[in-house]
């Protein structure tokens, strides 16, 4: 693990990590009675809200045509869920941490099982991205606080290689279905409520069988770099959005320099603040920069290109919904069984080396769907998805485990919130150019070839970055 002077801890934190070390001894042989009901809970509620945010990828056609969104507004239909979560995924860490991981993940899933089933009823593109944003703020406090309740229910290093390895491969696993079940239901509403029940079955069952974890630094929730933060995202994903129709337009440019202001003022208030959403000395530190930096290449290179890429195959090629479903199921569910078997190699590749694999991986896969779409084959996809799987298996595998390595112990849940929030403004940037550069092609062919290119050498920057920032001896 890095380390960390403990100045950058924090007299508060100090103390708590005394507590969390002698937890750690008394536990490393055997786990707390309720680890493995932790690690299932987590690990299910965190596959749901994979699925709910993955769905639109499959319905997208069927979605905008029942809430009359022109092609021009669909990137927000895409963007809502993980605008919401970028937005909130570093104050729900911190909250996470500081009053409890067991309250906040069940607030969420609550929240999201409640956001999910309202969804499905309305009837208009504003409303329904609202709703999205909803999910997306209720996802962030479940996948923040997921880690950290993990992190407190293993604390011997092999074991939370093991339950953060599973955690992983439930990311993908929830890409992989979500979809497929979206897809499979008689209508894209259905599909909502659906998902919105099981939520809500999760919640009752999380409220008896997980036990609280916190480790309280005093001071009051950082809201004003929460609101700060969530504002410059909200412009810079509405610049992006805008910018396809024009990007030397005034409402563009001022949207990009509203968000560069608003990160400057959101910096200030961090260093400023007692009990900041991020400590920004770890800046200072090269693997919490490898972990940022790994979320945020896989949102800009894997998840902004395969998020569009079922409704480029509807469009272009004619599949069905479920067709597309089933081929995508091919990439998520190779990455699927790569993240749970990822834990053998633990003795031998470092989790930064790890990353580095996965982005050069996908690079090889995704350059293998060059063609493709002009050929109107499906068939040549395959390859290149299986190669693309077995990277972005490496990817979620890595990137739950290089966050919580790359914050002291206590502060598990902020740092996981920090490099998911890289993953989710990436994600949001990347859905954005991806649609960009597809739509404003001359074919759609051309533009789905420009897409895979851009995402192929985003991938190599990042294994180059990754490689590049290791900790200094």
């Not at 319905?59 to 895409?78: F, G």
């Not at 990311?171 to 079940?181: F, R, T």
């Not at 998020?307 to 081929?327: D, K, N, V, Y």
Request: aromatic share 6%; glycine share 10%; proline share 5%.
């Amino acid at each position: 693990m890095a380390q960390f002077d403990q100045a950058s801890i924090g007299p508060a934190a100090e103390t708590t990590a005394s507590r969390s070390d002698t937890a750690s001894t008394s536990h490393a042989v055997s786990p707390p009675p309720k680890a493995r009901a932790t690690l299932i809970l987590t690990s299910a509620v965190t596959a749901v809200a994979l699925m709910i945010y993955t769905a639109p990828m499959v319905t997208l056609p069927e979605t905008a045509a029942a809430l009359h969104t022109p092609v021009s507004a669909q990137a927000w239909l895409l963007n809502g869920t993980p605008l919401g979560l970028a937005a909130l995924l570093l104050v729900a860490g911190s909250l996470a941490d500081d009053y409890g991981r067991r309250r906040l993940f069940l607030s969420g899933t609550f929240a999201l099982g409640l956001t999910t089933a309202v969804g499905a009823f309305l009837t208009t593109t504003w409303w329904f991205t609202l709703a999205r944003i909803a999910q997306g703020a209720a996802s962030a406090a479940i996948l923040a606080s997921s880690l950290g309740l993990i992190v407190h229910a293993f604390p011997a290093p092999q074991a939370r290689r093991h339950a953060t390895g599973v955690w992983g491969a439930c990311v993908s696993g929830g890409i992989a279905v979500g979809p497929l079940v979206a897809g499979a239901m008689p209508t894209w509403r259905v599909a909502y409520v659906v998902f919105g029940i099981v939520a809500l079955l999760l919640a009752a069952f999380g409220a008896r069988s997980l036990t609280e974890s916190r480790a309280p630094r005093g001071g009051r929730p950082d809201i004003i770099g929460a609101l700060v933060f969530s504002l410059a995202l909200g412009a810079l994903v509405a610049a992006l959005t805008l910018g396809r129709d024009g990007w030397f337009r005034m409402p563009v440019g001022v949207l990009l320099g509203l968000a560069v202001v608003l990160t400057g003022l959101f910096v200030i208030v961090e260093r400023r603040g007692r009990t900041p959403m991020i400590d920004l000395r770890l800046l200072r530190h090269p693997r919490f920069l490898a972990s940022s930096a790994g979320g945020l290449f896989t949102g800009l290179a894997v998840i902004g290109l395969f998020s569009f890429m079922p409704s480029l195959l509807q469009r272009s090629i004619g599949m069905s919904a479920i067709g597309t479903a089933w081929l995508l199921m091919l990439w998520s569910g190779i990455s699927f069984l790569t993240a749970l078997q990822v834990r053998r190699l633990a003795d031998r590749v470092t989790s930064r080396q790890q990353l580095a694999a996965g982005f050069v991986l996908h690079a090889v896969g995704v350059v293998a769907l060059l063609g493709s779409i002009a050929a109107h084959s499906w068939t040549r996809l395959l390859p290149g998805l299986i190669v693309a799987g077995i990277g972005s298996g490496l990817l979620n595998a890595a990137l739950p485990l290089i966050s919580v390595e790359s914050v002291p112990p206590t502060r598990a849940a902020m740092g996981s919130g920090a490099q998911q929030t890289f993953r989710y403004i990436g994600s949001c940037a990347g859905v954005a150019m991806t649609i960009a550069i597809v739509t404003s092609a001359r074919t759609a062919a051309h533009g789905a070839d420009l897409a895979v290119i851009v995402s192929a050498v985003l991938s190599v920057l990042a294994a180059v970055l990754v490689l590049v920032l290791r900790d200094r001896d």
